[in-house]
Each structure stands twice: as structure tokens, then as C-alpha cells.
């Protein structure tokens, strides 16, 4: 089967309904490619997003989509298959107390620690999404470094989806996510005006902090490290415990001694780890 042409063929009603088999297919083919597991209780959600996809391509139904993705044609849809089912959730300093502590802990000392000597200072935020959370970073940062130079400072931003990266980059967002905003930290995010209405765009200042790029976590990573903060939140309820633990320890691997991990606030460890100690609410510094 040839790829579909979404041009060619839009059929008015296609069929959505969703075999326990074709269930099957996507949660394992998701797992193999993403390392996300697909709970049954999310199968409503599941079929709601395919059925995005069998629109977007022109087919009559999920199960014709499912017949697709088993074809080597398919190749190219895989990553939109992932883009499909993951779930993008996020906003301006959530879970406000990590950048709390990020501003007022760890930056300042950081910051002693390297200027001077140009040193450097490395943050990756592994989950960055739609970009709220990298820019709720980058605003604290440039907070602390002030307009120093003696600093080597960048943020990593990866996300599996593709499509949310562009976004992300885009940095351009509804006034109504700044409005909502504390009031002492909404001008640290230091807005442009944008042409859309009712719209607002990031400071180029804190866009050039950030390097947006394209990660699945559970294949080679590029990035050597070390890295003094990593932020994976709200990541590890999607994963089993085998792999969230493989993730963690590749974490640890590439986190500097005295380095920081932040999880969200519904998350742990999913099993002690040696050289993580808990230091405040889903907070952990990497031993020595």
C-alpha cells in the first residue's frame, strides 16, 4: 500500500471505531518507537486522535490506518503517529516552586561557582513541549546572570513531537497564558508586541537562550553533557517502570555531581537511586 494522498481522497464519514486488535497494534508499535505505554483507559483518547490522522490522509477508516501503518510506506507516518498520541499539557511556571528554588538555590550558586572564568552552565529541559517551560526557565536565568558575559550559558529544549517543537519556537502564545500569570513573575518573561491579535510574543533575549531539537528518549542521545539541571517532568507516567528506570540512569550519566533533577509533581523515582538524593518536593541532587 502506497502512502495516501490526503489530497485525492476526503471521505465525508470515515469509520472511527476502534478493534481491541488495532488497539493492540497502536500500543505496541507506540511503545516500540516511543517507549509510551497506552493504558486501556485511554483507548476513547486513542481513537479520537487516529481519528485525526485517517482525516488528515484521506482514509475510510482507523482500520484502514492501522493496515497503512503495517506497510513499509508507512515509514514517514510513524512520527506523526507519535505526534498524534502525545499528549502536550504544560504552562508558564507550572509547579512554581522548581523555579523558585532554581532562581534563588541553584542559579546564584551556579553562577558564583562559574563566572569569572567563563564557565559554564548547561540546563536541558527533556520535555519542553509547546516552550512554557524552557521560557519559564530561561526567564529565571536571565533573572540571575543579569547582562554578565563571563558566564557560558545555554538550555537544551527536546521534546518527541514534532510539531509542538515548531510551536515551541515559534514562542508566540494567547495573551490570556501571560494574563493569568503571578504578578512578579509575568515581566520576567519580558514580552514582545506580536501583529496577532490577542497575542504575545517571548523577548528575542530569552529565545536566543534556548536550542529547540528533536529527542526521543529512548533512543541514542547525542549530547554528551554534562549538564547541571535537567527538568523531565510529568514524562515518567507515560513510561513502564523498566524504562522509566533505564531513562533515569541515563539521567544520572549525563547530570554533574551537585547537579539537579526536577520530576513532576505527581512522579518519584521509580526505585531509590544511588546517586540521587531527595532534597525538596520531587527535587533530587546527584551525589558525588
Known amino acids: 500500500m502506497s502512502r495516501p494522498s490526503a489530497a485525492l481522497a476526503q471521505p465525508q464519514f470515515a ?121 519559564s526557565i530561561a526567564a529565571v536565568s536571565r533573572d540571575v546572570l543579569g547582562s554578565r558575559s563571563d558566564v557560558d550559558f545555554k538550555i537544551l529544549a527536546t521534546d518527541i513531537d514534532t510539531d509542538i517543537l515548531v510551536k515551541a519556537e515559534t514562542a508566540v502564545y494567547s495573551s490570556d497564558q501571560f494574563d493569568r500569570l503571578p ?34 528518549l529512548i533512543e541514542k542521545w547525542p549530547m554528551t553533557g554534562p549538564f547541571d539541571v535537567i527538568f523531565c517532568r510529568n514524562v515518567f507516567i507515560y513510561f513502564d517502570t523498566q524504562t522509566k528506570a533505564s531513562i533515569l540512569d541515563r539521567f544520572v550519566t549525563l547530570l554533574a555531581p551537585g547537579g539537579f533533577l526536577y520530576l513532576g509533581h505527581s512522579e518519584s523515582l521509580p526505585q531509590p537511586h544511588p546517586q540521587l538524593r531527595l532534597i525538596g518536593r520531587t527535587i533530587y541532587e546527584r551525589l558525588p
Open 15 to 135: 469509520d472511527v471505531t476502534l478493534t481491541r486488535d488495532d488497539m493492540g497494534f497502536i500500543s505496541k508499535l507506540v511503545y516500540e518507537q516511543a517507549g509510551i505505554v497506552i493504558r486501556e483507559h485511554k483507548e476513547a483518547m486513542t481513537r479520537g486522535r487516529l481519528a485525526r490522522r485517517v482525516k488528515v490522509l484521506g482514509l475510510n477508516s482507523v482500520a484502514e490506518y492501522c493496515a497503512f501503518l503495517k506497510t513499509p510506506a508507512a515509514a514517514d507516518e510513524i512520527p506523526e503517529l507519535i505526534n498524534a498520541v502525545t499528549t502536550n499539557h504544560t504552562s508558564f511556571f507550572r509547579e512554581r516552586h522548581h523555579f523558585d528554588h532554581l532562581r534563588k538555590e541553584v542559579l546564584p550558586r551556579l553562577v558564583q561557582e562559574r563566572s569569572g572564568r567563563r564557565g559554564r552552565i548547561r540546563i536541558w529541559c527533556s520535555a519542553a513541549s509547546s516552550g512554557e517551560e524552557p521560557y
Open 183 to 216: 504578578a512578579d513573575v509575568k515581566p520576567l518573561l519580558k514580552l514582545e508586541p506580536h501583529a496577532g491579535r490577542g497575542e504575545a510574543r517571548i523577548s528575542e533575549d530569552l529565545r536566543r537562550m534556548i536550542a529547540f531539537k528533536r529527542l526521543n
